[in-house]
């Protein structure tokens, strides 16, 4: 009997569009430029850590309890959610997840965020607002990383899901779940308009 590959220890995401995602994202667009010129604080750390950009992270990071329109995001993401937990067969053994964190990102050219992981959160996500031409795609590490060693590389023709990145392209009202473990950045945006998106995060209650 011959024998047979076969595929082990998975690491899944979630992705696809909201419905009705055009007229939220006329809604977001101006609220995060009217952040961005209120937020003092987010402005002074975007200096420093998000250069020709601007992040609520680390001011305003609970929008989705201030703003009714960042509240009608988190409604909208729920069900997909819900669906992605059903997809990871977690055992949630009675406890109940929650938002607990959610800002705003404002790329200008430039404006990358380097590779990075989510403590202490289960699931992990990203909301595209806006994706103008040049925008730079989502960049997933493979988990193994550290333990390939001698592993040979793989070559340019493999399939997306056996390459050491994923680069995902998305377009605006696009979405991307994730375990917050996993490991992942956004490379420098090229273009020459904001970049907007929305992260989130997700916690066992």
Not at 84 to 89: A, D, G, S, V, Y
Not at 139 to 166: F, H, T, V, W
Request: aromatic letters at 10%; charged letters at 20%.
């Amino acid at each position: 009997m011959p024998g047979k590959t076969e595929l082990v220890f998975p690491s899944l995401i979630y992705r696809g569009t909201l419905k009705g995602h055009a007229q939220l994202n006329r809604e977001l667009t101006p609220e995060i430029a009217a952040l961005e010129k209120i937020d003092d604080h987010g402005r002074r750390w975007s200096r420093e850590h998000y250069e020709n950009g601007y992040s609520s992270y680390s001011s305003m990071y609970r929008l989705h309890q201030t703003s009714p329109t960042f509240a009608e995001l988190e409604k909208r993401l729920w069900p997909e959610v819900k669906a992605f937990i059903r997809k990871l067969n977690w055992d949630m053994t009675g406890r109940d997840l929650a938002m607990t964190t959610c800002w705003a990102n404002s790329m200008g050219q430039g404006t990358h965020h380097t590779m990075h992981t989510h403590p202490m959160c289960v699931l992990s996500g990203v909301y595209y607002v806006n994706l103008p031409p040049g925008s730079s795609p989502f960049k997933i590490e493979d988990p193994r990383m550290g333990y390939l060693m001698a592993a040979p590389p793989r070559k340019p023709s493999a399939p997306p899901n056996q390459q050491n990145y994923l680069k995902i392209h998305s377009r605006a009202g696009d979405f991307i779940l994730f375990e917050s473990w996993m490991r992942h950045e956004v490379p420098p945006h090229r273009g020459k308009q904001r970049r907007l998106s929305i992260s989130f995060n997700f916690e066992l209650v």
